[in-house]
């Protein structure tokens, strides 16, 4: 058979083919490529997803990496806080010694320990850890504890009026709160409290 006879005789098989069937096979096709495209699609969603919690991953892993350079020493920070308070408590303890009072080295002794205090002080700032500036500001619960309610008609009530215990943050973190006292407004009595207490005060004068 030549090769002119065999083009002839696929022509033929071709045009005798069952429509429905070539139909079938048209929608076989379409079939697999939508398939195709769709496990393309997954795949690609699938990498996009793993490249996202990677990016997330390092992210965190940036952020975790800078925490603990800059707040590795946190606890002991928060612990030595207790030098500067024992420093403060010796300070006020020998100005308040009647037996002390007359001992002509007690200036020099208070300010050998107030130069030390002074250099501890400058080791903390150089290290992000300051002091919180609390007196006649407003009483905020993130950065001061209330330990006690003054009566005080003179200011806001709610500025803190008393300083207990220094509070301190290390950079942009609470290290410790400041302990304060607070104001409140004072309560006025009623006519008839004030008539309670001026009977009980004649009853008394009366025995």
Known sequence: MTQSDQK????????????????????????????????????????????????????????????????????????????????????????????????????KIIDGIEIVKKDLVSIFKKNGIEAIECIDKKFDPNFHQAMLEVENNTKVPGTVIQEIQKGYMMKDRLLRPSLVGITKKIEKKDEKTKTDEIKSEKNEEKK
Request: no cysteine.
């Open 8 to 107: 002839k005789e696929e022509k033929a098989v071709s045009e005798n083919k069952d429509p429905k069937s070539e139909l079938k096979e048209k929608k076989e096709d379409i079939k697999k490529e939508e398939n195709i495209e769709d496990k393309l699609k997954t795949v690609e969603e699938k990498l996009l997803r793993t490249m996202a919690e990677m990016e997330n991953q390092r992210r965190r892993f940036e952020k975790e990496k800078q925490e603990a350079f800059e707040f590795g020493g946190f606890n002991f920070a928060a612990e030595s806080l207790l030098l500067i308070d024992n420093i403060d408590r010796a300070i006020v303890s020998f100005k308040n010694d009647e037996s002390l009072k007359n001992n002509k080295d007690l200036n």
